[in-house]
């Protein structure tokens, strides 16, 4: 994984002020005490701390719930990681580490998981965690619906606890399952608030939450494991990267991950920009099962219809990597770069399919993208440009967040979409899986027998090679068969305050505060 500092001395440029939402209902954190504990969340715009400690993050999205078993976006999760943990956590060197548990071990048979659990840990409220509320934390994992894999290999499992033992027997092999097991996040067994003011075993503890505003953490000062350096964090909720950059300028935050190259050029001196890429399959996302998009050929023209390379250049100043289906780079196991010359830019290829599909004359449709992401906003505008040469009109709907989630995500109440799609864990299953027809994610309305069958062979392989093989035979029909344009991997560049070092880049959509500290 790339990670290199960038020296940044041009000075800002003149952006559009946009404003931000105001706040409608502020929670608090049962636990932290009343120095430390927000009535409000928000933090001082003027850029005034109240501890030399802490630090403001910025953050282009609200979260879509505090309950980790119901939270299911990438920007929520990546805030939650400082908040909650399982048995075992991802690391930045993408492995699996012991968290909640002290150890752990793997039969040679791989069915037979065991976990140790740490002498000593605390909730966040004080509590003493137990086998009790372990065993409760899974079996929540199981029920929800946010992550169907983990949740369907944690329901065919028998969890039990021996003494300070968890015992969980695999009715078969699974190498994805230790990947599973850190998306079980220990949680207490007799608490019912974890939507308004969560609860976990973190490096970090809630404060407060203001819809729209702010998310405010705070050093958990009875953390097992090493210390957090900061005091305190204040994630603030921004409608956009303008706003953003805008507030960077101003010294109102002091980091903002997930700006794109012509951004930070804008930046300002103060600040010492970091880059990598942000595991994300952007695309522009069909709906298949309405038409056109229900007609292979139609699709298939519009990837022969589309210059990747130029749509990077003018969207994303050609930085990030190209895909050709829904993996992302750094997932090299599984990534297969050959899938990016599926289509190349053929303009007469795109009409000969539109022709055949019976669309000779083209036809409309609307791209639903949201807002606050400018990457996908701009790329959503550049694929216009290249479809109108085909004879195809693409409107471009800009709406929220909220109601993107709403009406694209859990109506599937559009034709297409710009965004980008990561990993919940970091397995093969948690990009693929999602694209099964009988799967709850599938917003895509993706149906292909031959998928869903070769897909459950990997799923069920029990040898890594013959796995990895099937898995990039899923990628393949993904391509052949068109199921959305795919584009790229986007370039990801962090911006944080030159006083500030620590900040690490995980192999998933992962925000990590832990280790961030002033220098």
Aim: hydrophobic fraction near 40%; charged fraction near 20%.
């Amino acid at each position: 994984m790339k990670k290199r500092i960038l020296a940044v001395f041009l000075g800002l440029a003149i952006l559009t002020c946009l404003l931000s939402a105001c706040g409608e209902a502020t929670t608090e954190n049962p636990g932290s005490s009343d120095e430390t504990t927000a009535s409000s969340g928000e933090p001082q715009v003027s850029g005034d701390r109240v501890s030399a400690n802490e630090i403001i993050v910025g953050i282009p999205q609200d979260l879509d719930s505090l309950d980790p078993y119901q939270m299911g976006t990438a920007g929520t999760r990546e805030v939650l990681f400082n908040v909650f943990e399982g048995l075992v956590k991802l690391s930045s060197d993408g492995s699996y580490v012991d968290a909640v548990a002290s150890s752990h071990s793997v039969s040679e048979d791989g069915l037979t998981y065991t976990f140790t659990l740490r002498d000593g840990v605390l909730f966040h409220n004080g509590e003493a965690v137990t086998t009790e509320d372990v065993l409760h934390s899974f079996e929540a994992c199981a029920a929800s619906t946010v992550n169907e894999a983990v949740a369907a290999a944690l329901s065919a499992a028998q969890i039990t606890a021996e003494g300070n033992d968890i015992i969980i027997t695999l009715p078969e092999p699974n190498s994805d399952f230790l990947a599973y097991v850190s998306n079980a996040y220990i949680t207490p067994a007799d608490y019912n608030d974890q939507g308004t003011a969560p609860v976990g075993t973190g490096p970090f503890r809630f404060v407060s939450y203001s819809v729209q505003e702010s998310f405010v953490i705070e050093k958990n000062p009875d953390y097992y494991g090493t210390p957090a350096y900061l005091d305190k964090v204040t994630f603030k909720i921004f409608d956009s990267t303008e706003a953003e950059l805008l507030a960077l300028d101003a010294g109102s935050i002091d980091l903002c991950a997930h700006l794109q190259y012509d951004q930070i050029s804008t930046l300002n001196n103060g600040y010492t920009v970091l880059d990598s890429t942000m595991n994300l399959a952007v695309a522009l996302y069909l709906n298949n099962a309405v038409e056109p998009f229900d007609n292979e050929l139609v699709r298939q023209a519009l990837c022969w219809a589309i210059d990747v390379d130029e749509v990077m250049a003018f969207a994303t100043g050609g930085q990030g990597v190209k895909i050709g289906s829904s993996m992302f780079p750094n997932f090299t196991k599984y990534f297969d770069a050959s899938l990016s010359d599926t289509y190349t830019h053929d303009v007469d290829k795109a009409k000969e399919l539109l022709k055949e599909a019976g669309y000779e004359n083209g036809f409309a449709f609307t791209i639903k993208v949201p807002s606050n992401y400018t990457p996908h906003v701009k790329t959503a505008e550049v694929l216009g440009e290249q479809l109108a040469a085909v004879g195809v009109t693409a409107k471009i709907q800009q709406v929220d967040w909220s109601t993107w989630l709403s009406e694209v995500y859990s109506d599937r109440n559009y034709e297409a979409t710009v965004v980008g799609f990561d990993a919940a864990t970091l397995t093969a299953s948690a990009m693929l899986q999602r694209y099964t027809s009988t799967s709850d994610k599938n917003m895509f309305n993706y149906s292909n027998a031959e998928y869903d069958k070769v897909n459950a062979e990997a799923d069920a392989a029990t040898d890594d090679a013959e796995a990895t093989k099937l898995y990039k035979q899923c990628e393949k029909i993904l391509a052949d068969s068109a199921a959305n344009v795919y584009i790229q991997d986007l370039a990801e560049f962090v911006a944080i305050k030159k006083d500030l070092d620590g900040y690490n880049f995980y192999p998933m959509y992962v925000m990590d505060m832990s280790t961030v500290h002033y220098k």
